[in-house]
């Protein structure tokens, strides 16, 4: 019998080593890592980019920030620094929790409830960071 080990810890493994090879700094890089590097933007840096600045008759930074809450939602556990960091963004954009959770909710029709879930524990550890900072 040959010894069955858990292919995802076989490609985390090589992940890990193909890291260490390319850069031995990024051998203890993980997700909360990745989210230090992608500071909140403010308000006004959304609206111009991703808001109605260039696009005027378009949807604005936070309905777009929903929107995207929703897809990352319904990708579930794999996603989970970009719904903390998306969340952040939200919450600068000036969503209420209200409608994050009204957001998150709705995703569950397609995602599942565990996705949502999961969401929903994310977005309430950031909007609970979120009041602490207040």
Avoid: C, Y
Wanted: hydrophobic fraction near 45%; avoid cysteine; glycine fraction near 8%.
């Amino acid at each position: 019998m040959t010894d069955a080990k858990n292919p995802f810890e076989q490609m985390m493994e090589m992940g890990q080593a193909w890291a260490k090879a390319v850069s031995p700094g990024l051998e203890n890089f993980t997700p909360k890592g990745f989210e230090k590097m992608f500071p909140t933007m403010p308000a006004e840096m959304m609206e111009q980019f991703m808001g109605k600045t260039f696009n005027p008759g378009g949807l604005d930074a936070k309905t777009r920030l929903l929107l995207t809450l929703t897809g990352l939602t319904i990708q579930g556990a794999q996603a989970e620094a970009q719904i903390r960091l998306t969340v952040r963004h939200l919450v600068e954009a000036g969503a209420t929790q209200q409608e994050i959770a009204e957001t998150i909710a709705q995703a569950a029709i397609f995602g599942g409830v565990p996705a949502m879930t999961k969401a929903m524990e994310l977005a309430t550890s950031v909007l609970d960071e979120e009041e602490g900072d207040s």
